[in-house]
């Protein structure tokens, strides 16, 4: 009898997390660093205390870090097949989450936009190049439902809810020209819930499902793990359901 055809193994190559310093984005690279993980243990934290540091307020060096890592899997014989980028701004000294137009404040609105739009817009322009034109690869980046057009019923958080509507419509246009230069490439906006950070922790109250950031990081990646490229440009919570725009 006639054995079938083995089933091709993922790509596997090297995965890099943006936002690394943050309680979600230091969970991804824990769990990308196990043997079993996504690319096989192979991965590259950066963050604004990383070497290279990144500062989306410095498109410089997001230009430098892109070179050192493309420079990394030149020297590894190996391809950027994961790039996450879970950087997110809700709160700190420029402001809060307005709960109404009165509360508007230009300084919060422009922190809110550079970190959460802005920043990522520059990390599409210098790390999706650095993806490969053939083979599966992924990028992911942690965006939020209640930057959901369509799902918002209460209102307020102004900011924060059109900073991660932008960042959504961002991803959802680099998603098509990512596609275009590879078809098998996936490019995603996620919904990790809300996870037991600094940013959630003032907002976290009872009777929401409030997970460790372990538990969401590998809730994120068992989704992606389960994601082909049709699902590119969509709005996935860590559930795997696809959320309205």
């Not at 900073?163 to 991803?171: E, G, I, M, P």
């Not at 596609?179 to 906006?189: E, F, G, H, S």
């Not at 819930?193 to 590998?218: C, E, I, M, Y």
């Amino acid at each position: 009898m006639t054995e079938p055809p083995a089933r091709p193994e993922p790509e596997r190559g090297l995965a890099v997390v943006l936002g690394a310093g943050g309680g979600l984005g230091a969970a991804l690279v824990e769990a990308l660093q196990r043997p079993e993980g996504a690319t096989g243990g192979h991965v590259l934290a950066l963050g604004r205390s990383s070497t290279p540091a990144i500062d989306y307020a410095d498109e410089a060096s997001l230009h430098n870090a892109a070179a050192w890592v493309s420079a990394h899997c030149e020297a590894q014989h190996t391809e950027l097949r994961l790039l996450l980028v879970a950087s997110g701004f809700l709160h700190g000294a420029s402001g809060q989450p307005e709960r109404s137009w009165a509360h508007l404040e230009p300084a919060y609105l422009r922190q809110v936009f550079e970190v959460n739009a802005i920043g990522p817009a520059l990390v599409m322009k210098h790390f999706l190049p650095l993806l490969p034109k053939t083979g599966r690869c992924v990028a992911g980046f942690v965006s939020a439902k209640v930057g959901s057009i369509g799902d918002n019923a209460l209102g307020g958080w102004y900011g924060y809810r059109a900073s991660k509507a932008a960042l959504n419509q961002l991803v959802k246009t680099a998603a098509i020209e990512l596609k275009r230069r590879n078809p098998q490439a996936l490019c995603v906006a996620l919904h990790p819930g809300t996870v037991a950070t600094a940013l959630s922790a003032p907002f976290s109250k009872s009777g929401l499902n409030v997970r460790q950031p372990a538990v969401a990081a590998d809730e994120l990646l068992s989704v992606l793990a389960g994601l082909d490229a049709s699902c590119s440009g969509q709005l996935v919570d860590y559930q795997g359901k696809v959320l309205p725009w």
